[in-house]
Structures are given as C-alpha cells and as structure tokens.
T-cell receptor, first 113, second 114 residues
Framework: ELKVEQNPLFLSMQEGKNYTIYCNYS?????LYWYRQDPGKSLESLFV?????AVKQEGRLMASLDTKARLSTLHITAAVHDLSATYFC?????????????FGKGTHLIIQP | DAMVIQNPRYQVTQFGKPVTLSCSQT?????MYWYQQKSSQAPKLLFH???????NEADTPDNFQSRRPNTSFCFLDIRSPGLGDAAMYLC?????????????FGSGTRLTVV
C-alpha cells in the first residue's frame, strides 16, 4: 500500500521567514504533485515533478524531487500572508498515470504578519 | 477554456435520500476520478473510470456508485447518504500516458446531509 507522509502537519510562521515542507512516500514512483487548497475551495495545482532531481519554482515557492530518497520538498522563501493555505503532496503509482493520486495529510500553513 | 465542471457547488440532501453529483470535462481526458474529502482531511480516491472501465477502490463503501455515460460526463451516486458522507466531493481528470499534464480538478461539490 502506497503511503505518503508530510511534515509538519501544521506550521505557523512569520512573514519574511523561510521554511520547508517535507513529503516522503513509499513507492518507487517518479511522479509527485503539489497542490494548494484554500478553505472551502478545491485543489490548485502548484507543481508537477516528473523525474529525479526535478526542481521547479514559482514565485516564493520552490519544489524539488529526489526519487532515490523518495522525498520531495516544498520550500517557501520570504513568506507572505497570501501563502496561508493547506498544502498537499500527492503521488501516483501507475506507469501511465491512470490509477489516481494518494495524498499526504496536508500541511496547514499560517503566515502571520 | 478547457476545464472540469462540477454541479452543483453545494448540495443539501436528507438522510437516506439518494443524491447524484455531476462532473463534466472539455479536456477530452480518458480517465475520470472521484475523490471524497472530509473536513480537515486529505482527499481520498473513491473510484475512477479508465475510458469505460470502472475501477473501484477496495475500501469504497457499496453506498457509492458511479456512471460514465460518455467521455465528457461522470456521475457520483450516493444511494442512501448518511451523516458520515458529508464531505467535499472532487472530480478530476487525466490523460493516461501524458504524465506532464498531471491531473485537473473541478471546483468540487460540498455535500451536506441533514
């Protein structure tokens, strides 16, 4: 059974600080996805990481994937209040991307002024 | 814009009264998924259709059924909703074999059972 573990599950930080969210998974998949979810809303795709060593950046967020360690990180640089949300990592197992995603429990991020 | 559309956004149903949630897509993706997300939890896959082939997750209750009459539409039927079925239901699509496109999620239907 595929397991996806995120930590921390809750993070309160101040604006301007840096922090990293970690996502470990148990399968040999080389595809990992990061999503953002605001309260009461659906999932917004942030990053799709498709190979070992993949690194993607968008604004203050940067995601990386180490398939050998089965680890992905989401790094937040100089956090701002607008980044407050819940962040999920997710993994799929199938070779063709057809069996759906297994999600981590999510990291509830609060950024305080 | 190509997208995944879920209707309704909010659904209130009575305990035990059958309810159907709808999902449509204009992406021409061959795989469609239904996820259940309870409050403060991660989305959990209920089942998916790969073309016309239905794939049920082992722990999805029998109370949940799905139909996919054509490529564009997929429905989630809850035969006898209980209070524990109150959740956000998310529809998603993907194109099997095109990994870079990832998964596209609809805006969700929030189900309340009274």
């Amino acid at each position: 059974e595929l397991k996806v573990e995120q930590n921390p599950l809750f993070l309160s930080m101040q604006e301007g600080k840096n922090y990293t969210i970690y996502c470990n998974y148990s399968t040999t998949s080389d595809r990992l996805y990061w999503y953002r979810q605001d309260p009461g809303k659906s999932l917004e795709s942030l990053f799709v990481l498709l190979s070992n060593g993949a690194v993607k950046q968008e604004g203050r967020l940067m995601a990386s994937l180490d398939t050998k360690a089965r680890l992905s990180t989401l790094h937040i640089t100089a956090a701002v209040h607008d980044l407050s949300a819940t962040y999920f990592c997710a993994v799929d197992e199938a070779g063709g991307g057809a069996d759906g995603l297994t999600f981590g429990k999510g990291t509830h991020l609060i950024i305080q002024p | 814009d190509a997208m995944v559309i879920q209707n309704p956004r909010y659904q209130v149903t009575q305990f035990g009264k059958p309810v159907t949630l709808s999902c449509s897509q204009t992406l021409n993706h061959n795989v469609m998924y239904w996820y259940q997300q309870k409050s403060s939890q991660a989305p959990k896959l209920l089942f998916h259709y790969y073309d016309k082939d239905f794939n049920n997750e082992a722990d999805t209750p029998d109370n949940f059924q799905s139909r996919r009459p054509n490529t564009s539409f997929c429905f989630l039927d809850i035969r006898s909703p209980g209070l524990g079925d109150a959740a956000m239901y998310l529809c998603a699509t993907s194109r099997a074999g095109k990994l870079s496109a990832g998964y596209t999620f609809g805006s969700g239907t929030r189900l309340t059972v009274v």
